[in-house]
């Protein structure tokens, strides 16, 4: 069984690049089906503003990542020379390496932010949901979560965490300094618009103002922000009284395009309007930067913005490596002899939850038992299940494979117990 790692993130592409690979959340979904049906067993697929991989458990891999790239290729509709420009491949210890760098925050344009874990996570949940992960998929994702948590409670990667929210701010105050006489006005209400916002607010920015296609999210991150909330309609109108612009949607088409900017800055009599843009993908119309007194600012013009953090944070992500470098280590063993005992274990739990519930339900019909009936109906009953228990238990011990390993864990529903276990950690 081998782990592969294929895709593009903002180091090997630009964001115009991005973009067209960019899947959003709602038809991840349909993308893992459709890999499914040509065969892909177990696959999960991460696509953000800064990345979109997908991390491939396989037993033929040259003949699965022909599949993947040609899906890709369809489901995207996009150019196949994209996919030789800008991706890259990863298998195995490099594979499992780039995971944990990820997971942890070490492979982000801004290094330490701390929503990739939740993005990472939110990946392996679609994917169980899908039902695309088995036991080695489900083993090496809960490892690296594991692994980024003990990132962050051993080094200060993450502390007084940046984000690309927040260096939206970092970038408005080096535009205008003092941000308490301006106004803001963010397209968009969703998480990354809500911490961008309260960054803002923390600065003493003066007015906010919220648009968004469902104005109930409108209204309700205004009111958690000490905003105002108007509906979309009003978007031109508000764009004439201020001075900055947030935006960050989910929309597949430009929200902001030259011929109304520029009808807006002919009303405006051009007074400077700055436009900072940090949706994948993009939200304003690049040629927009071209009108006169109208500064653009994308997601990728954050990275210098980012590189004056950046000393302090690469003295605590060495430190940081050093604990992936020890996990990766541990992959060929991983890999070879995967650790049954938690299965094992898992199963003795749920038979024996199942035997003792049964054991209820009988017991609550039956008046006035005598206690030694009983006990021997427990000694029975127990006796039993460890039986018919027994054949799965000696092939797990004595045939440890992978089939096997994974026909038992979706027999007794393992992976149940690890969305379980992952919810829990939240």
Known sequence: MQILVFGLNHATAPIEIREKFFIPEERIGNFIEDLKGKGLREVVVLSTCNRTEVYLFTEKPETDIKVLISSMVDFLKIEERWLEDYTYLLKNEDAYRHLLLVASGLDSMVIGEPQILGQVKDAYRIATFMNSTGYLSNKIFHRAFNIAKKVRTETKVGYSPLSISSMACEMAKRIFGDLRKKKILTIGAGEMTKIAL?????????????????????????????????????????????????????????????????????????????????????????????????????????????????????????????????????????????????????????????RKEELRKAFSKIKDLDEEVREELEHLTSSIVKKIIHPHIELIKKNGSYEVLETMSMLFKFEEKYEKEDKGGQ
């Open 198 to 354: 309260k960054n803002f607010k923390k600065e003493g920015i003066e007015k906010v103002y919220i648009v968004n296609r469902t104005f109930a999210n409108a209204k309700r991150l205004a009111e958690d922000v000490f905003g105002e909330a108007y509906p979309f309609s009003e978007m031109e109108r508000l764009l004439l009284d201020v001075d900055l612009v947030l935006t960050s949607t989910g929309s597949e088409d430009f929200i902001l395009k030259r011929d109304s900017i520029l009808k807006i800055m002919k009303a405006r009599k051009f007074r400077p309007l700055f436009i900072i843009d940090i949706a994948v993908p993009r939200d304003v119309e690049p040629s927009v930067n071209d009108i006169e007194n109208v500064y653009l600012y994308n997601i990728d013009d954050l990275k210098e913005l980012s590189q004056r953090h950046l000393s302090d944070r690469m003295r605590e992500a060495e430190k940081a490596k050093l604990i992936v470098e020890e996990e990766v280590r541990k992959l060929p063993l991983l890999l070879k002899q995967i650790d049954v005992k938690p299965l094992i274990l898992h199963i003795l739990d749920y038979v024996e939850r199942i």
